[in-house]
């Protein structure tokens, strides 16, 4: 298991930052992209160029895709938007080993779940982040904020001495386990609800949102209601209005992911963050209005926020 390389799924900002991670650490991982993006490269290794505030490094990282992967895949992290990941999963799913250990690093709720129902024999782990990347460029990545990420098995799921443990130690990315990982996953997805959405509709950074205005007024609504929702399922929520303002002011200066993607005319991951939300909600009977009418807005100013994710018992 020690020697088997590391795949990643998915080339975006999160996939490079861990490949190009996973090589400072003096791993060999294999990055794995769609049919029709490595057919534009006639190389099998490229160049993977990652900057800090301080520095800039290069690594030589192989490239694969389902139709290339010669070696059974044993462990591998997939950093496919959330949206994306099911089906992105089911293209290399010839090539995952029965015991494979797979860590997901989406953003939101409800991809994990359905993948961890979707691949029983696997070992499902999933991520929550806190990490700030972009892509400046194909294969740059930009680590703007040291974050930390939590990892976790996903409950209802065999646990097993082998796994991402290794992770935390000596890797220039702060990885800590966490177990359960649900209520990391739910307190992060509370955040971006409040703040995700409401940046792409007024179209204005984290700190444009504490405006003492119109925007705040609606930011402090959802946190209103975000916290109704987790006070039904017996999260603590008390200190979310803290927690939301906090990102707000520390993260002034970014476009959170869901404004650049709307601005981009990309789908957004909306429905696996006010979706789920919503859903949860209305199986909860607890009403969350505010949501329900930003959702409407973002749809009537042509956000692609997307199906709503399926629903599925959450264990806390
Ligand atoms: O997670 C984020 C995102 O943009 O998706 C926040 C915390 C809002 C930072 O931008």
């Given at each position: 298991m020690d020697n088997d390389p590391w795949y990643i799924l998915g080339a975006g900002s999160i996939g490079c930052l861990w490949a190009a991670s996973l090589c400072h650490k003096g791993e060999s991982p294999r990055l794995i992209l769609r049919e029709s993006s490595y057919q534009?490269?006639?190389?099998r290794r490229l160049s993977l160029k990652l900057s800090t505030p301080d520095q800039t490094s290069r690594f030589a990282v192989d490239i694969v895709s389902p139709e290339t992967i010669d070696s059974t895949i044993n462990r591998l992290i997939v950093c496919t938007k959330a949206q994306d990941s099911l089906s992105a999963l089911n293209s290399i799913k010839p090539h995952l080993a029965d015991n494979c250990q797979i860590l997901l690093l989406q953003n939101g709720m409800g991809s994990q779940q359905t993948i961890r129902n979707a691949l029983p024999t696997q070992t499902v782990w999933a991520g929550s982040s806190t990490d700030g990347a972009y892509l400046s460029a194909p294969f740059e990545v930009h680590h703007a904020g040291q974050g930390q990420t939590w990892i976790g098995p996903l409950s209802n799921q065999q646990r097993s001495?082998?796994?991402?443990?290794?992770?935390?130690?000596?890797?220039?990315l702060k990885v800590s386990p966490c177990d359960p990982i649900e209520q990391k996953l739910w307190e992060k997805m509370a955040i971006n609800s409040c703040i995700n959405g409401l940046t792409a509709l007024f179209d204005c950074?984290?700190?444009?949102?504490?405006?003492?205005g119109e925007k705040q007024a609606w930011l402090d609504q959802l946190i209103i209601e975000t916290s109704g929702v987790l006070a039904v399922l017996g999260i603590?929520?008390?200190?979310l209005k803290d927690s939301v303002y906090g990102v707000c002011q520390i993260t002034a200066s970014n476009l959170s992911s869901t404004c650049q993607d709307a601005r981009k005319g990309r789908a957004t991951e909306l429905a696996f963050i006010n979706g789920f939300l919503i859903q949860q909600a209305n199986s909860l009977g607890v009403t969350v209005n505010s949501h329900h009418q930003l959702m409407d807005q973002l749809n009537a100013i042509g956000?692609?926020?997307?199906q709503p994710a399926t629903a599925s018992p959450l264990c806390i």
């Open positions: 534009q490269f006639n190389k001495e082998q796994g991402f443990h290794d992770l935390c130690d000596n890797f220039r950074r984290n700190g444009g949102l504490l405006d003492n603590p929520a008390t200190a956000v692609k926020t997307g």
